[in-house]
């Protein structure tokens, strides 16, 4: 009596549909698959079978071997074309051939016993298979949970980079189509340099932010058209550090925070804010120096027009090995002078929102 309690506590919900082509071992089953608690559904046709479980959910199949007009084999094929998940248990008569075991694990069925009268052997083929089918729900439902939490972060982090995004933008018109532009150009980049997706977005996110720290600067000197003295240069050159202290505690910031404090680095050690010489230089950073410098070239000025490609291209190439990483800048002189159209796209699709003040003043 006790073991029965036990066995209906776990049969309980548990929807089962048994496919026999003989109505007799249906109805023995569906007696003893009540009685044990079961939620029983029986079916004589295994076609209509198929059909039944298309439409509705079990969980288990308890499945008859020899069976017309197809056998139990053909019914899994089926079956295993849009669902992976219902447990099937096989039944083969005494004097069936079982199916190849090849079969069996081709067609991921659970198990398979011979008919008899009694049914022990089958019953506790279906108890391991509900404990089976537990363990399969806990761990979708941890997956489920898993990908709802990761969802939910990366819906924060997006929403974080919009409102951080805004708040530059709204300081800076110039910013918008700069930081879009070099974010764009840096993926082309790293695309050709055979950087992986990770990378790459590390890179397309760094591209955003590079000049966050403009930020802190003030609008005197963010906006002054003529040359900058010493003094408001050096406030200049802090915009790398104080984009730094603003992503610095942000963990969901920090493989891009190498872009954003070397981002003015020069290839020969002169750059700021370290002072960093060729490969101590992070890549991604090395990347977006040469396609900044790029984008503030090619920009146009209040005060000029933006300058030729001609002389843009000769210019990147004159600063190779000085202020740029040449593996990197040869690259993107192959992609400006081999697939400027790639460039171009970007450059329509995010053109210039407005005026940096004096491009002399960020380089
Ligand atoms: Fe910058």
């Not at 776990?10 to 071992?25: L, T």
């Not at 398979?112 to 009694?118: P, Q, R």
């Not at 764009?184 to 760094?206: A, M, N, P």
């Not at 843009?312 to 002189?333: H, L, N």
């Amino acid at each position: 009596m006790r073991k029965n309690q036990a066995g209906q506590a776990a049969a309980n919900g548990y929807k089962i549909i048994v496919v026999d082509d003989e109505q007799g071992i249906v109805d023995s089953l569906s007696i003893f698959l009540k009685r044990s608690g079961y939620d029983f559904t029986g079916e004589t046709n295994p076609l209509k079978a198929i059909e039944k479980v298309k439409n509705e959910h079990f969980d288990m199949m308890i499945l008859d071997f020899m069976m017309d007009p197809i056998h139990g084999d053909e019914v899994v094929e089926e079956i295993r074309k849009f669902n992976k998940e219902l447990y099937i248990l096989l039944l083969t008569g005494h004097k069936d051939l079982a199916p190849p075991l090849e079969t069996i694990r081709r067609l991921d069925i659970q198990g398979y016993c011979e008919k008899s009268d009694k049914f022990d052997q089958l019953l506790l083929l279906i108890e391991s298979g509900v404990k089976s089918i537990e363990q399969m729900h806990t761990i979708s439902r941890i997956n489920d949970e898993l990908k709802d939490s990761k969802e939910q972060l990366e819906k924060a982090y997006l929403d974080t980079i919009g409102i951080l995004r805004h708040t530059v933008e709204a300081k800076d018109p110039y910013t918008r189509g700069h930081s879009d532009r070099v974010s764009e150009f840096s993926v082309l980049l790293g695309e050709k340099l055979g950087l992986d997706e990770e990378q790459l977005h590390q890179l397309k996110i760094g591209g955003l932010f590079h000049d966050i720290g403009k930020i802190g600067i003030p609008d005197s000197i963010l906006l002054k058209e003529s040359k900058l003295d010493d003094d408001e240069y050096s406030q200049i050159k802090n915009h790398p550090m104080i984009g730094v202290h603003m992503l610095g505690d942000a963990e969901i910031f920090k493989d891009i925070i190498p872009i954003v404090k070397h981002h003015h680095e020069r290839f020969d050690g002169r750059g700021y804010p370290s002072g960093l010489k060729g490969d101590k230089i992070p890549y991604h950073a090395r990347i977006c120096a040469v396609v900044d410098t790029f984008d503030a070239m090619t920009s146009k000025r209040s005060y000029r027009d933006a300058l030729p490609l001609t002389y843009v291209i000769e210019e990147i190439e004159k600063c190779s090995g000085s202020q740029f990483d040449p593996a990197i800048s040869s690259v993107f002189v192959d992609i400006l002078k081999n697939d400027y159209s790639s460039i171009k796209k970007i450059q329509d699709k995010y053109k210039s929102n407005g005026d940096i003040a004096n491009i002399e003043n960020w380089k």
